[in-house]
């Protein structure tokens, strides 16, 4: 009960910060979100065992020239297909190989087109269209945190059938499927409450909410197992550290990105 009650307090300041940023204006929301993104990337190389002042810089460029000041539309798309791919080798990291090869190489590769990429498409999804909107980017977090909630919740009452036991003994196949009637009972509120999509768009995006938000989890698990510790860090009592709480839209938002462009494409 104490560390219901704990996780609970901490996650109802964290999603109070990050929500009134969003509608504080773009400027407070990119400005609170590289301040989340430098603590989640030293929660990373931490993890990875990788010193590197550059991986900041990197982070800051990223953020600067391909989200808030674009300097080339195709380098933004260039970008998001580089990550697709890594992300979904890192899918394959986590299904098929008992240890992820994390040499410097792919350190970097991981640091840029996986965690700083996340960020800078998190950033991305509410100004697609050249104007701020942030009942966008809020939506998008309400569907994660209705997924992990309901995940949360069904798992610890009624989970029995381990999803993938060797990585993350604790997520079940019931807990998976909560988190999926969580998320598409959130789609249903946010299109009804808000005048920003249609119900279809908001229904794909808590599939992908579930299903990437699940693999996301799964990776940063595997990271914690390599590694050889429990939490990334200790900053949000109850969750761990940032990159605890945030792994899962760091790895949903560039699919969600594309998933939003190929929309507006077709229509």
Known sequence: MKELFVRSISGIVYSAVVIISMFASR???????????????????????????????????ALYFLSYDIFDTNAVYLYLILTGFVNLFLVKDILW?????????????????????????????????????PLIIVGLFLLVWANDSFAYLVGKNLGKRKLLERISPKKTVEGFLGGLAGSLLASFIIFKYTETYPLGIWIGLALLVTVFGTTGDLIQ???????????????????????????????????????????????
């Open 97 to 133: 190989v008992n240890k992820i090869p994390m040499f410097e190489k792919k350190k970097y590769i991981t640091v840029i087109f996986y965690l700083i990429s996340g960020f800078v498409f998190i950033t991305l999804i509410p100004f697609r269209e050249g104007e701020f909107m």
């Open 27 to 61: 400027e407070w929301f990119m400005g609170l979100f590289f301040v989340l993104a430098v603590i989640t990337l030293s929660e990373f190389l931490k993890l990875v065992h990788l010193t590197s002042y550059l991986a900041y810089l990197l982070l800051a460029a």
């Open 221 to 267: 698990s595997k990271f914690k197992r390599q590694a050889g510790v429990k939490d990334s860090g200790v900053l949000m009592p109850g969750h761990g550290g940032l990159y605890d709480r945030l792994d899962s839209i760091v790895y949903i938002s560039p699919f969600a990105y594309a998933f939003l462009e190929i929309v507006n494409y077709v229509s």
